[in-house]
């Protein structure tokens, strides 16, 4: 398969996130694996953007990720914060752009308003029941979730956690050294 197809597994991350309301959380684990090695168990793929107001996270190579992130902040910042407009922009980038459509890696984004996943195939999807997963790890977590938000009273923060530690025990390229960001009202 060809990088950026979007039937590639990307492996060593899972990245999930879940919605309420105006109420969000993300959560990556932190394992970094080559191949059947893991290289590091601690590492940090969820993050803060547009001044502590965008979530994103990320599956796959991580200088592409971290060249994607930069990219999207300029994008954000260019369209004033709209998520969607500069997720949008993105993406004709990366599909168009001779060097970004190279990269592999797939994002997971969300605001207040929103939530979206973003690959190199120029797919900006929004999910359905507010709940969205990237990653090896995404099918096992994105189910844990949807399970846990209709069968519970759990916060998004509760639903990620537990989510990511579900797929931690199914997904060899996932572990338990979770790391949750979330925006709310407060």
Not at 79 to 108: C, F, I
């Amino acid at each position: 398969m060809s990088p950026g197809s979007s039937s590639v597994i990307l492996h060593g991350t899972t990245i999930l996130t879940v919605r309420s309301g105006r109420r969000v959380a993300m959560g990556g684990d932190g394992q970094v694996s080559l191949g059947n090695t893991v290289l590091k168990a601690s590492a940090v793929k969820v993050r803060r953007l547009h001044e502590g107001k965008v979530l994103a996270g990320f599956a796959g190579s991580t200088a592409d990720a971290l060249a994607l992130f930069e990219r999207f902040e300029t994008k954000l910042s260019e369209h004033g914060g709209q998520l969607l407009r500069a997720a949008v922009e993105l993406s004709k980038d990366w599909r168009t752009d001779r060097y970004l459509r190279r990269l592999e890696a797939m994002l997971l984004i969300a605001d207040r308003e929103a939530t979206l996943v973003l690959t190199g195939t120029g797919d900006v999807l929004e999910p359905e029941e507010g709940v969205a997963a990237i990653g090896s790890g995404g099918p096992m977590a994105l189910s844990a979730a949807r399970a846990l938000l209709r069968h519970s009273t759990l916060t998004p923060t509760e639903v990620v956690k537990a989510g990511l530690e579900i797929a931690s025990e199914v997904c060899v390229f996932t572990n338990q050294n979770i790391k949750i960001e979330e925006l709310s009202d407060d």
